[in-house]
């Protein structure tokens, strides 16, 4: 292969990749609660890295916050408030009332007072290749 179409794929390949996983984060359904609050709302099977990659984009993307930010579960999966008939998990970047414990190794939705800082919880956010391997 020449030199040029190699510099061409390497230049242009963060572009894809980039794309593919803004294009998931954006399709999510996030809707906030009050100022601390926001519901990640289940649009398909979605699992415990789902949720989390949905909290993450929620803070940094459409909230403008710090990637430093502690995002903590305040209520498991179980019906969405916003959305009827649907499921959901309650995050809160407001530690408020919680039994706050570190996610440690396993990662979960299940149990309130789990945290993620908000650049860990997007790391879950999948690209175009790990999607098509799933």
Known sequence: MSRRV???MIAVWPVFG???TLG???GMVINPLNGSDFEVVETRSMGAADFWCGAGTFVER?????PRTLIYVKRPRGPSTTAPGRK?????ISPGGLDVTDMGLSLSVTVPG???????????????FTRSTK
């Open 114 to 128: 789990k945290m993620l800082r908000s650049v860990r919880a997007r790391q879950f956010c999948r690209d175009a």
């Open 24 to 26: 998931e984060e954006d």
């Open 6 to 8: 190699v510099a061409a």
């Open 62 to 66: 459409r909230s403008g916050l710090s």
């Open 88 to 92: 959901a998990v309650v995050f809160s």
């Open 18 to 20: 980039t794309a593919a």
